[in-house]
């Protein structure tokens, strides 16, 4: 290529110029082709296209760690709600725990005060059939020492 004319016709043959050049390099257009031309336009409607993407993977990522940060302080309210219900079951079961070893303690006090008092009946059975006997035994002395019954 000396001349503008070897240059026009290399740039203007498609054929020559990839025999030149090889398959790799893309054969010259015209600007106008370039401007007007939509499959030209692509690569910059790509570029758009990647960027909006982006932009969009971007803000689902921060809704979705926004998502996540509400989860979490969900959850450790959830926790701390749970910890504060566990702590006032375990209040309310030692009250109720006091509350049956008093009462049990009454039971058995009182368990203790009804066998006092049928010890105290046995007792007072006991003592009245000695009763019995004393007065049965003093009978039969009085009859044995009775001078009628003798005869």
Same mark, same amino acid.
């Given at each position: 290529?000396?001349?503008?004319? &070897? ?17 790799? +390099? ?35 990522? &921060? ?14 309210? !959830? ?6 219900? +566990? ?7 030692? &009250?109720?725990?006091?509350?049956? !070893? ?10 203790? &005060? ?13 003592? !009245? ?23």
């Amino acid at each position: 290529m000396l001349d503008w004319k &070897a240059t026009a016709k290399v740039l203007q043959d498609n054929e020559t110029f990839v025999s030149h050049f090889g398959p790799n +390099l893309t054969p010259p257009h015209l600007l106008y082709q370039v401007n007007s031309d939509s499959s030209f336009n692509q690569c910059t409607m790509t570029t758009s296209a990647i960027r909006s993407a982006s932009i969009d993977v971007a803000k689902d990522m &921060a809704t979705m760690h926004k998502k996540i940060d509400q989860m979490q302080r969900d959850m450790n309210m !959830g926790f701390q709600h749970a910890e504060i219900s +566990l702590n006032a079951v375990r209040n309310e079961v030692g &009250a109720l725990a006091n509350t049956v !070893g008093t009462v049990s303690a009454l039971v058995h006090n009182n368990m203790l &005060a009804l066998m006092d008092q049928r010890e105290e009946r046995m007792k007072r059975d006991i003592l !009245g059939q000695l009763e019995l006997s004393i007065i049965q035994t003093d009978m039969v002395i009085m009859r044995s020492s009775d001078p009628d019954e003798k005869h």
